[in-house]
């Protein structure tokens, strides 16, 4: 009997971690974290030999930061590649830089060159591939956590990409692979020009003044600007009501 | 005639609003001095201090004005002295509540407390119901005050005829007095602002009390909060031009100033603009459609045209090589037009949706509302308090200290408010507790702005200590008097 309910407690246990986790995972606030924190002035060691720090370097031009490690056998390569895809479409949005920054200690700069050249990224000047030995206090500074698995020998992480503007400050985090649109939105936000966002409309709320449909991208007038006009309404039928009554002797 | 209890009443309210705006000039001094690093004071209770001062400078300025025309009123058609008391009563609840909420509560979201920050929790639980039950206790008094004196009007004159409409027409039968026209639309426009506090309190509670199942849209409350916070800080304006109307050419020794068909039509088109020119609030939620930004701006113009240049044309008409009898008085009703003039036109450049992109949310908006308050409507209700003061007084020399109270009030004042508009133009952001140091000009010019303020508040106490004296008389004299 006590075993069965010790194993009762562990599955239950199980159960509402992962049920916690999920939950957690589903919030979505990851993205949130760090945004319009400095990032940490990391030293970079870029293929060319060159060394420069990333206060340096986004002085320049804003930088998109791609945060990668050259032997991961899952999200990295897909994530480079649909970047480098995406980008392709992007060059009306003002200059910016992308870093392809690896996260390994054990990945060395030829380790990147390779990469590199395995994109046929080598000779293109607006990606600039680097390793740090200052990668933990950037990984906190940007709320990157990537976590070593060693039965299959691969880190555990998220395909993040850090939108950073001149001033080394994180404006924007994308997570997991992304459409154009978001990465549209990334790069307007390390250009500080403004990108509008809506709420999606909710059970809880009633009385929006309008109301946004994601699938066609517009508003639609709501129950809310109704409300906007009862003040003026009411007031117009209390005077007609006094003028009315005082009139009539009823006041 | 208006009764003694009425003076007595009237007296009260002179003494509250006087007493409640020396302690608010404090606390702006205050503010102003953390804000230049001379003192050093918690976020937290520079935010309660914002807080506090801006909703009792609104309340203390709004009742004079009421005050102002319920007393001038008498002499066209009988008040109700019990909604008068009402609204002396609801005030001074709610006047305490709301310094209990921010000084005992710590709450400090800002006087627009602008949706969700009063839900956002950060002082005592009983801080959020308590601040917005002091609203609500003064609107309320407000509403029935604000009613009463309407319904009066309506019983002696018809909507039309209380609206000036028949001086559209030649040679109208009846005059409706200048003084009974602006009441009137002002009373419309504030019982629809408060009217609109009351929907954005019910709204705040039902969230408040909703445990999460119900939450209201921003951009709905933003839109409610300005509808009520921008209509009233006008509306107070009108009040006052309304007591303009009535004493200026009286205290002048010149003939009463009549309904011309450009008057009554002013006047009614500042109430239709006045109750849309709040969309100027919204210029930065780029959810509100452009065309209500258009409105917004539009409005602004055509709200501050018409009755601005109507009345600016009315006081220099009324001074121009003529001769009048100066008095303080008339030279406080006189600087005070130029003073809202001169605000107004601050307002109109930060309308200006170009100009916005640049002054939005910059000392540019604490100056121009500063201007017109500070130098306008304060300079209106100080008239007719000292008018008021001096009717029942028969010994003493009235003018005493005219040239000294009026020099400390134009230096203070215009020193205070150059320091916002410089600020404004360096970018300065508002409410902002410290300074970072990317703004080396903010905390020199914040502590110039307190200097300039403590001479202001010199002038105030003098006009403090002579017109209360009288109004404690007044208040204490036998009920024969």
Redesign the interface.
């Known amino acids: 009997m006590f075993k069965h309910i010790i194993f009762t407690f562990i599955i239950l246990s199980f159960f509402f971690c992962q049920l916690a986790v999920a939950q957690i995972a589903s919030t979505g606030f990851e993205e949130e974290n760090n945004i319009y924190d400095r990032v940490y002035d990391a030293k970079l060691s870029f293929n060319s030999g060159e060394n420069r720090t990333l206060a340096e370097l986004c002085s320049g031009k804003p930088l998109l930061l791609a945060l990668i490690f050259t032997r991961c056998s899952g999200i990295c390569n897909p994530f480079l590649l649909q970047l480098k895809e995406n980008l392709q479409f992007k060059n009306n949005f003002g200059e910016f830089s992308i870093l392809v920054l690896s996260f390994d200690p054990r990945d060395t700069q030829e380790d990147m060159m390779q990469l590199a050249r395995w994109l046929n990224l080598e000779n293109n000047k607006q990606w600039l591939f680097a390793t740090t030995r200052d990668i933990e206090k950037l990984n906190l500074s940007v709320g990157f956590h990537p976590t070593w698995d060693s039965t299959r020998s691969q880190f555990d992480h998220d395909a993040l990409l850090v939108g950073i503007n001149k001033e080394g400050y994180i404006t924007k985090k994308l997570i997991g692979l992304r459409n154009q649109n978001d990465l549209g939105l990334l790069i307007s936000s390390v250009n500080d020009v403004?990108s509008?966002s809506?709420?999606l409309p909710?059970k809880?709320?009633?009385?929006?003044?309008?109301n946004?449909n994601p699938e066609t991208g517009k508003?639609k007038p709501?129950l809310?600007l109704l409300?906007?006009t009862?003040?003026?309404v009411?007031?117009l039928l209390?005077?007609?009501g006094?003028?009315y009554g005082?009139?009539h002797k009823q006041? | 005639m208006e009764s003694i209890k009425l003076r007595k009443i009237t007296s009260l309210w002179i003494i509250t609003v006087l007493a409640l705006f020396i302690a608010n000039i404090v606390l702006g001094i205050v503010m102003r001095l953390n804000q230049g690093e001379i003192i050093h004071e918690q976020p937290a209770t520079f935010y309660a201090h914002m807080t506090t001062h801006g909703l009792t400078q609104i309340g203390i300025w709004f009742v004079a004005g009421m005050a102002g025309i319920n007393y001038l009123m008498e002499r066209y058609l009988k008040t109700s002295y019990l909604a008068n008391v009402l609204a002396m009563i609801f005030t001074v609840i709610g006047i305490l509540m709301l310094w209990i909420s921010t000084y005992i509560g710590n709450f400090h979201a800002g006087w627009t407390f602008l949706y969700p920050l009063p839900l956002k929790v950060m002082w005592a639980k009983w801080g959020t119901p308590l601040f917005l039950s002091s609203i609500l206790v003064m609107g309320i008094g407000w509403l029935i005050w604000a009613v009463s004196l309407m319904t009066q009007i309506l019983k002696k004159y018809p909507l039309s005829k209380a609206l000036a409409w028949q001086h559209f027409r030649k040679n109208p039968a009846i005059q409706t007095p200048p003084f009974i026209l602006i009441s009137m639309i002002t009373l419309i426009g504030i019982i629809a602002c408060l009217l609109g506090a009351v929907l954005l309190l019910a709204m705040y509670a039902a969230e408040y009390f909703s445990n999460g199942n119900f939450v209201n849209d921003a951009l709905l409350m933003k839109n409610l909060t300005y509808f009520f916070g921008h209509t009233i800080a006008n509306e107070m304006l009108y009040l006052g031009l309304a007591i303009i109307y009535e004493l200026f050419p009286e205290v002048g020794g010149r003939p009463k100033w009549k309904t011309t068909w450009y008057v009554a039509l002013a006047w009614n088109c500042t109430l239709v603009f006045i109750l849309t020119a709040f969309f100027h609030h919204l210029y930065m939620d780029f959810v509100q459609p452009v065309g209500f930004q258009i409105i917004g701006q539009i409005a602004s113009y055509m709200a501050s045209l018409p009755a601005a240049s109507v009345t600016i044309f009315s006081v220099l008409v009324a001074v121009y090589r003529t001769p009048i009898k100066w008095s303080l008085t008339n030279l406080l009703f006189f600087i005070g037009v130029a003073g809202w003039v001169i605000g107004g036109l601050g307002a109109v450049i930060d309308v200006t949706i170009s100009n916005n992109f640049i002054l939005h949310n910059t000392l540019w908006v604490p100056a121009h509302f500063h201007t017109y308050n500070a130098l306008g409507n304060v300079l209106f209700s100080l008239a007719f308090f000292h008018w008021f003061s001096i009717q029942f007084s028969s010994k003493g020399n009235f003018e005493k200290l005219t040239k000294l109270k009026l020099t400390l009030l134009l230096i203070g004042g215009i020193g205070f408010l150059l320091a916002f508009y410089i600020g404004g133009a360096e970018s300065i952001p508002r409410r902002y507790s410290n300074y970072p140091a990317e703004f080396p000009m903010a905390a020199p010019l914040a502590i110039a702005a307190a200097v300039f303020a403590t001479i202001y508040l010199v002038a105030i106490l003098i006009f403090f200590f002579q017109i209360s004296k009288r109004c404690l008389n007044i208040l204490f004299s036998p009920s024969s008097y």
């Open positions: 403004f509008p809506y709420r909710g809880n709320l009633l009385f929006s003044c309008f946004y508003n709501g809310g409300f906007l009862l003040p003026p009411i007031t209390i005077v007609f006094i003028s005082v009139r006041i």
